[in-house]
Structures are given as C-alpha cells and as structure tokens.
C-alpha cells in the first residue's frame, strides 16, 4: 500500500473504470414492499443480540447441541480449515457438495471452496458431505433459518451423510418470530416474491449436523460503539446498488468479499486498519445508503465515526493528515471559496495523480461561485 491511501483508491477507481463495464453492478430485482413495523422490530432484536452477544450465543448453543449436532467455534479460518480437516479423515469422505453457491459471501470469507480445493474432495451432486450457509440462529429454539434459495433444500438436508453449516457470531436473535421478517430483508434472489420461502432446521435422524459459528475479527467490530451497528446489517445490497462511487467502481473494488458502503464500514475492522484505512474515504457523504437500507443503518455515521477515529488515533499517514487539513481549511474558508475558478482548479489538480487526470475527464469548477452569482443579482436589483 503506498503511502497515500485517499490517492491509492482513486487510482484503483480510475483503473476500474479502464476496465470497461465487465465489474459493473446489476440491478437488483424489484424490491417487495417490507413492512415498517416488522422491520422496526427485526433491528431491535438484531441489535439487543449484538449488546448481548454471548448470552445469546450461548442459549443457542444450549438448545442446539445434542442428538448427533455439534457446534464448532472458530476463531478465524485457520481453526475452521483445522476443525474440518478432521471431520473430513475421520469420516474418510471424498465427495463434497455446495447446496449454497461456493460465491456465497460467508463462504468466500472462510475460503471454504479453496478448502474443498486443497483437500482434494471431489464435487458431486449425490456427495456425502454437504456445505450450507446459515442465514440466521434462533437462540430460543436452537434452530437454523435457511434461505430456500433453490426451493430444494429440504430434499438436500436429508440427502447425505453429513451436512455442515457454517455462519458468523453476529447472525443469532433470540426467538423464531424474526425469521420471516429476517427472509424478506435479506439478500435473496426470490425477493420479487412476496413471501421468500425459509426453512427452520433442527436437525436430521438420518445424517450428522455440524455446525461452525466464526469470529473472524467481528469481536474487534464489536469493541467499537458506532461502527458494531454494521452487524445488523443483512446484506440486502441495496445501499451498494444506489451508491455512486460503487456504480463507477464496480462489484470488486478492494480485492474482498466485503465491498459496497457496508463494506467500507466493515472492511478497516474486519482485515487491518492499516491496510484498509483508505476505503472509509472512498464515500461523497451524500446519504442515499442511508435512505434506502431496510435496517435504518446510519452507515454514513459510522464511516464519518471511522473517518475521526483514524485521525485521532494517528492512524494515517503525515502526509494524508496535511492533505486533510488542507482540505479543511480550504473549503472551510468563504473567501478562498470564492476565488476565481483557475485557481481552485489548479489547487484540486495538484492532489490528483497524474493517472487519474490521464484516464478520466476532470471535472471543471465552474467560473462563478454561488456566493458571487447571488453579490451580482443582488447587484442588479
Ligand atoms: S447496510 Fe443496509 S442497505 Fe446495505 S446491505 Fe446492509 S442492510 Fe442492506
């Protein structure tokens, strides 16, 4: 990473851009009406379960475990990869099949196919392992809510020998009544339908259920107050979609499964500050995430929260510090503002490198500023 982060994702941006529309984003399909109230209800509950995480965790675990179902905790990947490793040779399996896409987000995030890759299995339609995602964990009932994305998961959860399902610490409420408002808010390629079909799982006489609930860094989200709201989020995708720096960046700008406005508020926390600093600047505060997420997530907030915290913490580097401040007290100043629309071009070309001007047209200041439009019709009166 050099050393100017702001200047890094510009560049990325423009080299996006070079590419063509192939990283493009596709619109989602029209979303169903969701209800208010029942929405209003769902953050409620996702965010007590955030404040009290590990009691719920732990209920769950309680009303799960037992009769050939084993929960397996993980820290990050290594412990998953460590853990699966051995249900794999202890059972001696070698054939292996996805009932969710290998692309799923949490998937992805786990490098679960790169694991499937690594340890040889082979992929079959009839396996004897099969991989799911959980989409949510009832702690009252220890139930897992699945997405019926294919509308085939009954059939498949008693088709195999083992069936393994994997999630993240931060997809557990307390009772049963949120799994329907939970299936029309999320992710969903049935979303036209009014009522995306779900399923509550606890579990199969026929095969034996393990499933890994993962960390990976979210207790680190968790320890900040602002930016941990993040973890209610669904994962709908319909701030990404109404996002203009996401529609000129495309789908994969950070070379990471998180991406969009949620992944910016994510990404810092979840990989390195250090090495992700730079996507909080990667947002022109313009709020249209904030007006379209189901879940009321203040996300401009929390990137703005993450904005102060890195500057406070030193967290950026000298020179993007004085490129800040320059900033600041550049359009924080009614006369510099004001001044004639060549200089303050020069002064913006200046902090753009020289790749960006190359590959993109640059806007022009225009030759009047408000405040000299309005002295002049004042003028004329
Ligand atoms: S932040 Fe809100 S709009 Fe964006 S993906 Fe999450 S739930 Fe959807």
Redesign the pocket.
Known sequence: MASNGHIDFLNSASKMIAKGKDSARKPLPHPIQLNPTHLGKLNVALRRSLDNLDEELCRFEKNFSGNGKTMCWAANYNDVFDQLKEIVSQGRYSTVRFVDSPSNQTFEELGIPSFVEDSKLQLADEAQVQLFFADLLIAESGSIVLLDKDNDYLKALNNSSVNIFFTTIDHVVGSMVYADIYSK?A?NPTLEKANPPFILFSGSQNCKTYLFVVDNSRSELLAHKRQRQ?L?????????EVCPVDNVIGTEPYNNVFS???GRVMLPFMETVEGYKHVVYACTMCGL?DS????H?P?REMILASRREFLENKDIDSEMEAMVSKYKKYVTDRGKMNKMAWLKQQVFNHHLSREIKESRKIERFADKSFNQLYQESQKQK
Not at 232 to 240: E, F, S, V
Not at 292 to 295: D, E, G, I, Q, R
């Open positions: 808010a992710k993040i209610a989020c669904t994962n709908c995708g319909r701030c990404a969009g406005p949620n995430c379209v997420c189901p879940m997530l996300i």
